[in-house]
């Protein structure tokens, strides 16, 4: 299921026995088995019609979707003893190996964490259109073993790079060229951009955008990170894509390592921002006045923006190891001026320069400085040590 942690589901029935004493002591027994735990954060919920238990925010999509989940809170509503024996007989372990017995590796299974749309599509997928129920079946956004060699084609609202302006534009992913490539009109030959997949990064960012579907796209282009923001009205279009585009990135990698297993791989397709916020900075003199700034960390890039849905970033600080004489700390050097209205301070120090920024608050500083030190006391791979040397510390 998509949310959290594992829950013992007799526990959660002793919790919700509603006013049938007796029977939710025979369901709770009865799910109570090995394999058939509700991976549900805070199940208050169950579908009556599926047999699975569910939290509040997944209930509301299960309502969505009337004609295939029946939804009933386990404390207020009236269970019918039928109801009661059908989740004792089914429970989540059971329709979690009918409904995702094929789930793709690449698939992007969502969390609690996760925005709406991805939900919305994960659970619609699953039940309504049962996508992942029968072993073989070719799948929109399906390349490798179980279909031709994927190209998808379709149009996106991109927005515009100078005006803000979301327009319509015809993206085309190939798995044979290996690249995402949108052009600026339909019929046009040539395209805008062309965009390899294995440089491709790919995050939902609804709020940023302004869009509950909205997708960030980024990728490099002179050793430099380019965002797109694009959506579409469909959810599962959307979605669709950005699986297709993990789809198309797993098929390059299995060819580029033909030694790893898909359990390596996977962890290299599309990843979340490790966090994004507004932090104020001055520049190499440190005399310059403190600026507010969009950052987002990316592993090991900090970027910083002038406005979130920048194309391109204002600079780059690229985060190495600890015993490579990088570091952040709390606070900043004596006898800085610190003209701005944040007050709480980060100096990270690494072996070209020192970098000074202010939080609003000190739960930002404090998240911010976790953040920066988990990645610092982290190993340097190969590809940390090729981005370093392509010379990602393009800062002002």
Same mark, same amino acid.
């Given at each position: ?22 029977s939710?002591?025979?369901? %709770? ?19 009556c ?12 999509? &299960? ?14 509503? &009236? ?7 059908? +989740? ?6 059971? +329709?979690? %190996? ?27 997928a ?30 996106? #609202?991109?927005?515009g ?5 979301f327009?319509? @534009? ?40 302004g ?12 050793y430099?990170? @380019?965002?797109i ?17 993990? %789809?198309?990135?797993?098929q ?26 507004? #932090?104020?900075?001055?520049?190499p @003199?440190?005399?310059e ?13 900090? +970027?910083?923006f002038?406005?979130p849905l ?17 570091s952040?700390?709390a ?13 709480y ?6 072996? =070209? @320069? ?9 739960? =930002? ?5 976790k ?8 190993? #340097?791979?190969p590809?940390d ?5 392509? =010379? ?5």
């Open positions: 299921m998509i949310c959290g942690n594992n829950i013992n589901v007799y526990s959660t029935c002793k919790e919700y026995r509603n006013d049938k004493g007796s939710w002591s025979e369901i %709770a027994t009865a799910v109570d088995k090995p394999g058939n735990f509700s991976a549900v954060l805070h199940p208050g919920w169950g579908s019609s599926l047999g699975v238990f569910i939290c509040l925010d997944c209930s509301g999509i &299960h309502r969505n979707i009337p004609e295939i989940s029946k939804v009933k809170s386990l404390r207020l509503s &009236h269970w019918e003893d039928q109801e009661v024996q059908f +989740m004792a007989e089914n429970g989540n372990g059971l +329709m979690k %190996a009918k409904y995702e017995a094929d789930v793709p590796v690449y698939y992007y299974k969502p969390t609690h964490k996760d925005c709406q749309v991805l939900r919305e599509q994960w659970i619609r699953k039940y309504e259109r049962k996508e992942f129920s029968k072993p073989g079946k070719s799948l929109t956004y399906e390349s490798g073993e179980r279909a031709q060699t994927l190209t998808r084609t379709g149009t996106l #609202m991109k927005r790079r100078d005006n803000g302006q327009l319509n @534009r015809r993206f085309v992913l190939s798995e044979r060229e290996g690249n995402l490539k949108y052009y600026t009109k339909y019929d046009a030959k040539e395209p805008k951009a062309v965009i390899k997949v294995d440089t491709i990064n790919a995050t939902f960012q609804p709020e940023k955008i869009n509950p579907n909205g997708l960030q796209i980024t990728y490099l282009k002179d430099s990170t @380019r965002n923001f694009v959506y579409h009205d469909s959810g599962k279009e959307i979605v669709d894509w950005f699986n297709s585009i993990r %789809a198309v990135q797993l390059y990698l299995r060819v580029a390592f033909p030694g790893a297993t898909d359990a390596e791989l996977v962890p290299k397709l599309t990843r979340n921002f490790v966090k994004e916020g507004y #932090m104020e900075k001055t520049g @003199r440190q005399t006045g403190f600026k507010k700034r969009w950052f987002t960390l990316d592993q090991r890039r900090l +970027m910083y002038k406005d920048d194309a391109f970033a204002k600079g780059e600080v690229f985060l190495g190891n600890n015993d490579n004489h990088y952040a700390s606070g900043l050097p004596p006898g800085t001026h610190c003209n701005g209205a944040w007050q301070g980060i100096t990270i120090e690494t072996p =070209d @320069r020192s970098f000074l920024f202010t939080c609003e608050t000190e739960s =930002d500083q404090l998240d911010w400085l953040h920066f030190k988990n990645v610092m006391n982290t190993q #340097m791979s590809q040590y090729t981005s370093k040397d392509s =010379d990602l510390s393009n800062h002002k």
